[in-house]
């Protein structure tokens, strides 16, 4: 499975941004997606995740802000992000897992090549 994020740029506090993750490959529905985000000297850390079924979970520092989706007919995941701050400043990273699903991100299998936001004060 290959991965391509898109979407990222430069927002303004308060501002929105969409990710996309396009995957290739005909199992992408079975695959857990996940959102992960790496500020720098910062460890990456989680931000969300989609089960094949469509329930989702979110780190609490991006709930009731963020949502993630997915559209299998499509082989996409997305992540839409409102009331952007400059703390979620970071390279976002979308993940898959063949698995369960994990918070932790060594647990992912296959890794787009990253998306950068900023997000300006």
């Known amino acids: 499975v290959q991965l391509q994020a898109s979407g990222g740029g430069l927002v303004q506090a308060g501002g929105s941004l969409r990710l996309s993750c396009a995957a290739s490959?005909?199992?992408?529905?079975?695959?857990?997606m996940g959102w992960f985000r790496q500020a720098p000297g910062k460890e990456r850390e989680f931000v969300a995740l989609i089960w094949s079924g469509g329930g989702t979970d979110y780190a609490a520092s991006v709930k009731g802000r963020f949502t993630i989706s997915r559209d299998n007919a499509k082989n996409t995941a997305y992540l839409q992000m409102n009331s952007l701050k400059p703390e979620d400043t970071a390279v976002y990273y979308c993940?898959?897992?063949?698995?369960?699903?994990?918070?932790?991100?060594?647990?992912?299998?296959?890794w787009g090549q990253g998306t950068l936001v900023t997000v300006s004060s």
């Open positions: 993940a898959a897992d063949r698995n369960g699903g994990s918070y932790y991100y060594a647990d992912y299998d296959y």
């Open positions: 490959g005909r199992t992408f529905s079975s695959y857990v």
